[in-house]
């Protein structure tokens, strides 16, 4: 019959059973045990007596007589020595065992208790960031006219009479309105009779374009891809926006990468660069906006992080694309809530700041986003493109709605606008909707339909761009494409890419067309060098 003590794992010299427990024991260890510990069961930790203990009898033989008290020097002896302490150590090794099983559980209580409470944080934080959005919204909405009051502490006038005040001019403030008023007298004093400049490519020209240079790798990789592009200093440094939430500057010339703006917790979806520029040759500040409902405003810090952030603007839903002003003061963006804002990047305060906003008209379907906005070559008017598949004509002065077009709702299986292009001379508008097959040529002194350029049904666009001179017209999707301005016939189609296209831009004289997408790669398009 073999018994194993449920203390030390050992055959016992002298087992024992617990009447209540059933486990057996060495003898001597656990009455040591009882002992030290006050009457405790080592197993189960109930009371235990020593009365409870039973002896088990291994064999049938009667007891023999004890053997003679051994002395120190003898084996007996040292025998006896090594059992005490090897029951202590057994002890020792039960009462740590029954020690680390408390703190493992008192370790998990802990841990359990600081994940809730990471877990309320994480939720209160959320709720505060959702109420300032709200706030933010709603002081949009409002307008400039109610923070100001709201500043000034109106509480002194709530005296139950009303106190005359004089009406300021709906729109934009006085300020702004005049900066609009100036850029739209110069440009569009020369615009109209304009020509091509000398030095500016020619249709002939851009049929011969070829990939020239590629700059790889831009972006992260999770997630991978360029998600918007603008270029700055006569197309020599690049600006791109990407789904990994950062803006990257990229100099051509010097083939590094000039800073890396970071801020957004969400997609950007659209960039912008000054065309003026410092004293160091930098752009002097860098706009995106994003899905994570702002827009964001950089500048040349003259630091180690080269640009700082100069302004937050907090919408009240995500920013699906801006466009930038021709008075390079002036940014406008498209809501997915269905509104619009202007914002100015060069207030009184200091900090940009929303100056006016707006909305669809009362009979658009409720739910109705906008997707796409593009502001006229004279500034005085803007153009945003919705989710209905419709465009919208709005003036920037005042933020009335002056013209409609249907867009690309006459097709079946279209989405929304996805871009939005006046050409340079400002009588054409270009467009392009999700599952199009058509970019849609709009004149706006006729406001009508006036041409469609037909697309392969595989063919998917993303963004189109009208070079300076108002001669052709570049189209990024699936592939890159150039066509001529009114007669629309197809000069260009490069394949090179490797994933879609999500932003084309041209050089100010027309000599390079840069594109960039998904692949993590911006392609330069230009004359095969001679």
Request: glycine fraction near 8%; hydrophobic fraction near 35%; proline fraction near 5%.
């Amino acid at each position: 019959m073999s018994l194993f003590c449920s203390i030390s794992g050992q055959q016992p010299l002298k087992p024992v059973v617990s009447v209540k427990s059933g486990q057996v024991f060495e003898k001597e260890l656990v009455l040591k045990y009882l002992r030290d510990k006050d009457s405790k069961d080592p197993i189960t930790g109930e009371t235990l007596n020593e009365d409870e203990l039973v002896d088990i009898k291994t064999a049938p033989s009667a007891p023999t007589a004890p053997p003679r008290a051994p002395t120190f020097t003898s084996v007996p002896s040292l025998l006896h020595t090594l059992q005490q302490e090897w029951d202590s150590t057994m002890l020792e090794c039960l009462e740590l065992r029954r020690q680390g099983a408390e703190l493992r559980q008192e370790l998990s209580h802990a841990l359990y208790k600081e994940d809730a409470a990471m877990r309320v944080l994480a939720r209160v934080t959320r709720e505060r960031d959702e109420a300032r959005e709200a706030l933010a919204s709603v002081k949009a909405t409002l307008g400039p006219a109610f923070s100001n009051g709201a500043a000034a502490g109106g509480d002194s006038e709530m005296q139950g009479v009303e106190q005359p005040q004089e009406e300021e001019p709906s729109g934009l403030p006085a300020d702004a309105r005049k900066r609009v008023e100036e850029t739209n007298a110069t440009l569009s004093a020369t615009r109209k009779k304009r020509k091509p400049a000398a030095d500016a490519a020619s249709p002939a020209e851009m049929k011969t374009y070829t990939e020239i240079s590629t700059i790889p790798s831009v972006h992260g990789t999770k997630p991978p891809g360029v998600s918007a592009l603008a270029l700055a200093k006569d197309a020599t440094v690049t600006v791109t926006g990407g789904l990994d939430k950062n803006v990257l500057l990229y100099d051509r010339t010097t083939s590094k990468i000039l800073a890396t703006l970071k801020g957004h917790t969400k997609k950007v979806t659209s960039v912008a660069a000054s065309s003026s520029l410092t004293e160091e040759g930098l752009p002097s500040f860098v706009v995106a906006g994003s899905l994570d409902k702002s827009v964001r405003v950089w500048a040349p810090s003259g630091g180690k992080s080269v640009y700082g952030v100069t302004g937050n603007i907090s919408l009240g839903s995500e920013v699906n694309q801006i466009s930038l002003h021709p008075s390079n003061s002036l940014v406008g963006s498209a809501q997915a809530d269905g509104t619009w804002a202007i914002h100015d990047l060069t207030p009184s305060s200091g900090k940009p700041a929303t100056i006016l906003t707006g909305s669809l008209p009362e009979d658009s379907a409720s739910g109705t986003s906008n997707t796409a906005i593009s502001f006229h070559p004279d500034g005085v008017i803007f153009a945003v493109g919705s989710s209905d598949s419709k465009i919208r004509v709005f003036e920037t002065l005042t933020g009335n709605c002056v013209a409609t077009f249907d867009g690309h709702s006459s097709e079946s299986d279209v989405g929304e606008i996805v871009s939005l292009a006046f050409s340079e001379n400002g009588y054409t508008l270009a467009s392009a909707a999700k599952g199009s097959k058509q970019v849609k040529i709009w004149d706006l002194r006729k406001l009508s339909n006036s041409a469609n350029i037909d697309l392969e049904s595989d063919v998917q666009v993303t963004a189109l761009k009208f070079d300076y001179s108002a001669q052709a017209l570049g189209v990024a999707g699936t592939d890159a494409r150039v066509y001529q301005n009114k007669s629309w016939e197809l000069l260009l189609k490069s394949e090179e890419n490797s994933d879609l296209l999500t932003g084309v831009d041209w050089s100010k004289d027309g000599k390079e067309l840069v594109v960039a997408g998904i692949d993590r790669t911006i392609r330069i398009l230009s004359a095969a060098a001679q």
